[in-house]
């Protein structure tokens, strides 16, 4: 996909956190839209990731550079917005909902609030910079509202949203105080993507119990007063780039070093941000009973886990991160030789051009959250392979990708002995089966890469709002 042709409406992405898309980041999000952006070209619009302590609630300073063809445009919080809507509603309340979690929910009345403020002063800032025939693109949890709010600004411009994590189940999301708001909030878009049929299937149950709708077409829902459009679009990779890298010198150092040092040794790779949707513990229970189980493994294999810190901020994270460091420690405590160690476990964030080359050193790619919107680890493990001796992809029926990737060895995370047994197939599977199983898992991620997400959802935005047009909001 070229740069958007003069004439044709200027990309305008907006999210909660925005990357220089030169540079390299962690998180499936900041990663797929740099990708696009970068070569759409386009503005980008989202929090600076400062925290103003000078500003008053409900507003910020604005920054705008240039960062190749991409203008990008950052708001400042105040501390109190920041902790009420990231810290609070976003990452108190609905991710731990939305993937499933209503256990780790924390309902805190005050917390709503801070998010309407924080995406009425988004609404407030963008507007002035948005031009007549923008095509505006918002992700993700964090700003649900977003579009409501333009609207009552008098945006009248195309927008769409794309929702990156899971949509639960209706009775799970009627779980949240004030969730028919927020389902309101989302018919002031144009358009809605989900990662997946289940999240669609979701939607379609929840509008359907809860506010009335009425399916008027296949992707099209009426409530409110409004019709819209709603699909699953599963995210993909920009597979090119991902090979480039793959074969370009750091890539390349990185997977030597790899195979020096483990040159006896079968490894495993592990790659996330560390979140307790990823089910980190439960792949740690697995591989220990692998070795308990399976002796030959021991001394055999090891398992390199890298977790990015993430979201440090809120109590969860800090469980997540002691259950860790104490897991790994009587893995290797217990298994461990002098001159072998099962598991190396790094908490940090490793530079993505590195990646690839971890990827292909290793022979198992481990990625098996609890639940999880798409997972774009799980694509990146398969197009880093080697196709003449592929490693093997243990993927979790519970991720996105699940119901794309149908060639890997899917397993349920929570059943230990299951997962342990699916390890232990992928270590030991034949050459032939092995590349079988890959060349089937490229096709699809090269039929659904990142250029094709992207076409589609913006195809379909620019559809949906021809057919809308002059309905009244609200
Ligand atoms: P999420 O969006 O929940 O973080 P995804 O798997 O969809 O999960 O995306 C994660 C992205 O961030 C991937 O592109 C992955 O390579 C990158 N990433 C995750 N963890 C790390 C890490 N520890 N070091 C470097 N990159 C990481
Ligand atoms: O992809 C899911 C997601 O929540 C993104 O919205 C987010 O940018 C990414 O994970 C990383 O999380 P955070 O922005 O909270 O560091």
Not at 455 to 465: C, G, V, Y
Request: proline content about 5%.
């Amino acid at each position: 996909m070229g740069h958007r042709d003069l004439g044709q409406p200027r990309l305008v992405v907006v999210s909660n956190r925005i990357a220089d898309p030169r540079k390299t980041a962690a998180g499936g999000l900041a990663v797929a839209l740099a990708d696009v952006l970068n070569s759409t070209g386009g503005l980008w619009f989202g929090w600076s990731g400062k925290i103003d302590d000078e500003a008053p609630q409900g507003e910020g300073k604005v920054h705008v550079t240039q960062a190749g063809s991409v203008k990008l445009a950052t708001v400042d919080l105040c501390r109190a917005d920041h902790d009420s809507y990231y810290l609070g509603y976003a990452n108190g309340v609905l991710w731990p909902v939305f993937h499933y979690r209503l256990d780790l929910a924390d309902f805190d009345a005050g917390y709503i609030a801070g998010y309407r403020r924080v995406n009425q002063l988004f609404a407030k800032k963008l507007m002035p910079l948005l031009r007549p025939d923008d095509i505006i693109w918002v992700h993700d949890y964090h700003l649900i509202p977003l579009a409501a709010e333009l609207r009552a600004l008098g945006c009248t411009q195309r927008i769409g949203f794309f929702l990156h994590i899971p949509l639960p189940p209706p009775l799970i999301l009627a779980a949240i105080p004030g969730h028919d708001w927020l389902i309101r909030a989302l018919f002031a878009y144009d358009l809605v993507g989900f990662q997946s049929q289940a999240d669609l299937s979701h939607f379609a149950g929840y509008v359907t119990a809860e506010a009335h709708a009425q399916q008027v077409e296949e992707h099209r829902w009426r409530a409110f007063g409004r019709t819209l459009e709603a699909n699953a679009f599963p995210i993909g990779l920009d597979v090119e780039e991902f090979t480039t890298l793959t074969h370009a010198p750091e890539g390349r150092d990185m997977y030597e070093r790899m195979r020096s040092e483990y040159s006896r040794r079968k490894l495993l790779v592990g790659v996330d941000r560390l979140d307790y949707s990823k089910g980190l513990p439960q792949r740690m229970r697995a591989f220990r009973h692998l070795l308990d189980k399976y002796p030959e493994a021991r001394n055999s294999a090891t398992l390199v886990q890298i977790a990015s810190p993430s979201r440090e901020d809120v109590e969860a994270y800090n469980d997540i991160l002691k259950e860790m460091e104490s897991l790994c420690g009587s893995i290797n405590g217990n298994f461990g030789e002098l001159d072998w160690m099962p598991v190396r476990y790094l908490h940090r964030t490793v530079a993505r051009a590195r990646l690839p080359g971890l990827y292909r050193a290793s022979r198992v790619g481990l990625v098996t959250p609890l639940r999880d919107g798409m997972n774009l680890v799980a694509k990146e493990f398969v197009v880093a392979q080697n196709p003449e001796d592929p490693g093997v992809l243990v993927l979790s029926r519970f991720a996105g990708a699940a119901e794309q990737m149908r060639e890997a060895l899917l397993v349920n995370p929570y059943d230990t002995e299951g997962t342990a047994a699916a390890i232990q197939l992928a270590l030991s599977m034949p050459l032939e089966e092995r590349r079988e199983r890959h060349e089937h898992l490229m096709k699809t991620i090269r039929r659904q890469d990142v250029h094709w997400w992207c076409q589609s959802f913006l195809a379909a935005l620019e559809k949906a709002q021809a057919e809308v047009k002059g309905t009244p909001w609200l």
